[in-house]
Structures are given as structure tokens and as C-alpha cells.
Nanobody, 123 residues
Framework: QVQLVESGGGLVQAGGSLRLSCAAS????MGWFRQAPGKERDLVAA????????YYVNSVKGRFTISRDNAKNTVYLQMNSLKPEDTAVYYC????????????????????WGQGTQVTVSS
């Protein structure tokens, strides 16, 4: 059983930064998803166990950085140049299987989910 605990959300002005953290209890590929009101939960970024395979959705490329510290069992999402359209509940998620270089863009492959943390960007 993989347990995920998120932290780091909050309210920030447009152009500001936030860092989300997710403490994970196992060696899994990880993803950060977000869900705005009335919208689906979509993948924002994903990272493999070894950190060598990383994916970003186009809308956050150049602004967000996903990373992990396996010694601390923690995955981070550094969010810079935040925009009002980044406002959402952010969830970390974990999936099992594949090689240490594997990650996934498919929501169905993520088995474990955190409770979510609210990120609000004011204009």
C-alpha cells in the first residue's frame, strides 16, 4: 500500500511561485494532476522512479518543474510564473510497475492518490 501526503498549496498572486510536496511511501512513478471546478482531472507532470524520464503538459512547460528526492521519498512540483488559469486542486498520484525509467501519461495507470491541495492564483 502506497500512502501519499501532499503539502504546499495556497493563495498566490499571478506571476508568483509555489512548491508542492508529496511524501510517498514506496518506489513508484509519480504524477501531479490538477482539477479545476467543472473540469476533468488532468495530468500536469510526471516523473519516473529514477527521475530520468519526465513529462510536462504543454501549458506548464518552462514554468513548472517536477523532481524527486528518493532518499526522502518525496516528489516536488515547483510552480513559477503562475497564472490564474493554474487555479485548481492539485493531486499527486503514484503508479506501480515498469522499469525505474518508466512513467505514464495515462490517468488509469495511477493507482494511489493524495487528498489534494488547493492552489489559487489571483489576477
Amino acid at each position: 500500500q502506497v500512502q501519499l501526503v501532499e503539502s504546499g498549496g495556497g493563495l498566490v498572486q499571478a506571476g508568483g511561485s509555489l512548491r508542492l510536496s508529496c511524501a510517498a511511501s514506496g518506489r513508484t512513478f509519480m504524477g501531479w494532476f490538477r482539477q479545476a471546478p467543472g473540469k476533468e482531472r488532468d495530468l500536469v507532470a510526471a516523473i519516473s522512479v529514477n527521475g530520468g524520464n519526465i513529462y510536462y503538459v504543454n501549458s506548464v512547460k518552462g514554468r513548472f518543474t517536477i523532481s524527486r528526492d528518493n532518499a526522502k521519498n518525496t516528489v516536488y512540483l515547483q510552480m513559477n510564473s503562475l497564472k490564474p488559469e493554474d487555479t485548481a486542486v492539485y493531486y499527486c498520484a503514484a503508479g506501480l510497475g515498469g522499469s525505474y525509467g518508466y512513467t505514464s501519461t495515462r490517468r488509469a495507470e495511477y493507482t494511489y492518490w493524495g487528498q489534494g491541495t488547493q492552489v489559487t492564483v489571483s489576477s
